[in-house]
């Protein structure tokens, strides 16, 4: 389990994050909502340990992570950041095989990667002459790639930020359903997502953070709502429930 307990952190001078207490837990999938600066990626890169907390602390499986082994945490979890930039000629089989750099692994691995992404037969093309979302889906295969060669039990951990961005809405959802199918395995997944309903049809928990700090936690039914957009997002969106689903949805409407 990760755990990041009372944390803080300056960037500067400037309070990133104010007393943040979070678990991670293998069997369930996070998302993490909030508005443009509201310190989701500098949790995420706290909890992956690129970042020390200048107060509180991070562990893992009850452990600081300052005490584990680089390759042993490479093989623990798997981590996939906002922006990736590569200005090699790789060609995608070789960008997906980064992922077993901290691991053992084989061909099974990587094409399972692949065909998990949607991306199957793919193997040869250059990475620089996809599409920024084909990108996007290779990096993720990559991940995917590391976390189940590192524990081929299934119980590695994926720290996502913003795994979406780029897809159209059908690579969204096989995206999500990559993820979700890697917790149902028996892992556990971190995600930062900016589309509400989104995170509210695939989270088993949500984290809606505003100014560095968590202002709610919990199961989307019971923290979703419309004042909790509007005090988070500063937007008014009303909220519904799917018939089919009984998840809470958000309404959009133009302002004014």
């Known amino acids: 389990m990760f755990a990041a307990e009372r944390v803080s952190l300056r960037l500067g001078k400037r309070p990133v994050l104010s007393d943040v207490t979070l678990t991670l837990a293998r069997g369930e999938l996070v998302i993490i909502l909030g508005p443009n600066g509201a310190g989701k990626s500098t949790l995420l890169k706290t909890l992956t340990g690129d970042l020390v907390p200048d107060e509180g602390r991070v562990t893992f499986d009850g452990k600081p992570l300052s005490a584990i082994a680089p390759r042993e945490l490479a093989c623990a979890r798997a981590v996939l950041s906002q922006s990736m930039s590569l200005n090699f000629p790789f060609t995608v089989l ?30 040869g093309r250059l990475y620089q002459e996809l599409s920024g979302g084909e990108q996007q889906r290779v990096q993720l295969a990559r991940i995917l790639c590391q976390a189940w060669a590192g524990k081929p039990d299934g119980s590695a951990f994926l720290l996502l930020d913003e795994p979406v961005s780029n897809l159209d809405i059908r690579h969204q959802l096989q995206t999500l359903e990559a993820v979700r199918r890697h917790v149902e395995g028996g892992g556990g997944a971190l995600m930062i997502l900016h589309d509400i309903n989104l995170a509210a049809l695939y989270a088993d928990r949500l984290v809606m953070m505003a100014e560095g700090r968590i202002f709610r936690e919990g199961a989307a039914c019971d923290i979703l709502d419309r004042a909790a957009i509007l005090d988070v997002y500063g937007v008014d969106m009303p909220v519904a429930t799917a018939k089919e689903s009984g998840r809470p949805f958000a309404l ?5």
């Open 252 to 256: 959009l409407n133009r302002p004014g």
């Open 94 to 123: 070789e960008v997906v095989r980064l992922g077993l750099e901290a691991a053992r692994g084989g061909t099974k691995i990587l094409l399972r990667a692949l065909n998990a992404v949607g991306l199957s037969g793919f193997e």
